[in-house]
C-alpha cells in the first residue's frame, strides 16, 4: 500500500509542476514544448499517469483485479512492472536534459 500512496503522490507533484511550467510560459507568452527536455518530460508524465492505471487495476486491496480474468493479473503485474522502469529511466532522462538549463545555471 506504501508503493501506491508514495506513486500517487509523486504523480500529484509531478502534475503541479507540469501545471506551474504551462502557467509561467502561459503568462510569458512564451511558446511550450519547445526543447528535448520538455518533449520527453511530458512523456514521462503521461507514461507515470498510464502505469498508475495499470497499477490501479493491479492493486488486490482495491478489488478491481477481480473483475479481471485471473490469467491476465500476472502478466499485467509485470507490464507494470517493465513499464514502471521505463518510466523511471524516462523520468531520469528529462532531469538529465533539464539540469544546467535555467537562467544562472
Do not use: C
Amino acid at each position: 500500500q506504501r508503493h501506491g500512496w508514495l506513486m500517487a503522490a509523486s504523480l500529484l507533484f509531478a502534475a503541479v509542476g507540469y501545471w506551474a511550467i504551462y502557467a509561467n510560459k502561459e503568462r510569458l507568452g512564451k511558446p511550450h514544448v519547445t526543447s528535448e527536455h520538455a518533449v520527453v518530460g511530458i512523456a514521462a508524465l503521461a507514461a507515470t499517469g498510464l502505469n498508475a492505471a495499470v497499477g490501479v487495476l493491479a492493486f488486490k486491496h482495491l478489488g478491481l483485479s477481480d473483475m479481471l480474468p485471473r490469467d491476465l493479473l500476472p502478466p499485467l503485474k509485470r507490464v507494470h512492472r517493465a513499464f514502471g522502469l521505463a518510466t523511471l529511466l524516462a523520468g531520469l532522462a528529462a532531469l538529465s536534459l533539464g539540469a544546467g538549463k535555467a537562467k544562472g545555471g
